[in-house]
């Protein structure tokens, strides 16, 4: 997949960038991997998620219905709303920062995170939960 993706590697290759550096941190190659989850940017962001969340900050991949062993259906629900969008958010401020130069502060982009879950529970997503999870729910603000 990553052949097929605009990263700046890939557009180093075909003279669209000047080198093939992660335009947000400046510093390793720009692939998915680095660009999602080992960016220092990123990671300031994946901590704001973690914290906010209750998670373990190493690997926001947990948050996935798959790999989460504990939380009902609608946690597990919410977390993958949050991960779509963290990754939707993720890849708009690497394309700011590539095409504008422009970069949001973390704490600005985890607030667009936050806005994105919040408005998909509350007009999208509707879910049907029991008093546990409007109690997390709304411990997480999201009711």
């Known amino acids: 997949m990553n052949k097929d993706v605009n990263t700046r ?3 180093y290759k075909i003279g669209y960038s000047s080198d093939d550096r992660c335009c947000i941190c400046e ?3 720009e692939t998915l991997e680095h660009l999602f989850f080992r960016c220092s940017y990123i990671g300031s962001v994946i901590g704001l998620i973690s914290d906010w969340c209750g998670l373990i900050h190493t690997d926001i991949n947990s948050m996935t219905g798959n790999n989460t062993t504990t939380g009902s259906r609608v946690q597990k629900q919410v977390y993958v709303l949050v991960l779509n969008a963290y990754y939707y958010q993720v890849w708009a401020q690497r394309n700011n920062a590539t095409m504008n130069a422009i970069l949001l ?6 607030k667009l995170i936050k ?3 919040k408005h998909h529970v509350k ?4 879910p049907v ?4 999870d409007e109690a997390w729910l709304k411990l997480l603000d999201l009711m």
């Open 27 to 29: 510093g390793d190659s």
């Open 105 to 110: 502060m973390t704490a600005r982009v985890f």
């Open 9 to 11: 590697p890939n557009l």
């Open 129 to 132: 939960v029991d008093f546990r």
């Open 123 to 126: 007009h999208k997503y509707k």
């Open 115 to 117: 806005g994105d879950v």
